[in-house]
């Protein structure tokens, strides 16, 4: 399975990023810790808190997104979104 993570800002895509996780659905995934990790290095992120929401909506939908108000750290732009695929 693959995560995809763009970090969007006015309605347009700033940096996006591909991540492979070794597992076939988001189902298979205990912890989103780890994929999360890598994903945000690569973007040169701080990790967001992960809640149960963004977990339910990966298993069912495939899709997500994080907001401001989701990171500890300011960040300079309005939303992340991963999607699996």
Request: charged residues 35%; aromatic residues 10%.
């Amino acid at each position: 399975m693959k995560i995809w993570g763009r970090i969007r800002k006015n309605n347009r895509t700033v940096k996006d990023v591909t991540v492979t996780v070794h597992v076939k659905s988001a189902y298979e995934v205990e912890d989103w810790g780890e994929p999360m990790a890598r994903l945000c290095h690569d973007l040169n992120l701080s990790r967001p808190v992960i809640l149960t929401k963004h977990e339910r909506e990966l298993e069912q939908f495939s899709h997500t997104a994080f907001y401001p108000g989701d990171f500890l750290e300011r960040v300079d732009f309005d939303r992340l979104e991963i999607e699996l695929f």
